[in-house]
């Protein structure tokens, strides 16, 4: 990956108002950001397109954050996945990192809490 070019982002959240909050937050830091509100839409985006780091809700309607992760995992294994959820257990955050997720966060969370673990999983990425 080159230096110059602008790490790619991917969030997908049901809530639009998560993404709208933290879209803006990320492209001020400096990441370039598509963000979706349905996994359909985001599923098919990852099928067009290889992101470096992926934020994806757990809890939607359609295909759900496991089946999302698994498939960006399976398209791209280097690709670093950050789970966010309203819906956090002990068995959701196992489940998510046997699937190799980077990150987990429980909602709700600060933004500087994501753009931390994102600087991070950046640095992964770029190794």
């Known amino acids: ?40 839409h985001a599923m098919r985006r990852v099928q067009e397109k290889e992101f470096d780091i992926v934020v994806t809700d757990l809890k939607m309607e359609g295909i759900d954050g496991m089946a999302f992760m698994t498939e960006v995992k399976k398209r791209s294994p280097r690709t ?28 709700p969370f600060k933004r500087g809490e994501l753009l931390e673990i994102v600087k991070k999983a950046e640095a992964k990425v770029r190794q």
Not at 4 to 12: G, S
Not at 84 to 105: H, N, P, R, W, Y
């Open 1 to 40: 990956m080159s230096e110059d070019r602008k790490t790619q982002v991917l969030i997908l959240d049901d809530e639009p108002i998560v993404w709208k909050r933290l879209k803006p937050a990320m492209e001020k830091a400096g990441y370039e950001v598509e963000a979706f509100s349905q996994s359909s």
């Open 80 to 107: 670093e996945v950050i789970v966010i959820t309203g819906f956090a257990t002990m068995e959701t955050a196992k489940e998510s990192f046997q699937k190799g997720v980077f990150d987990f966060l429980a909602k």
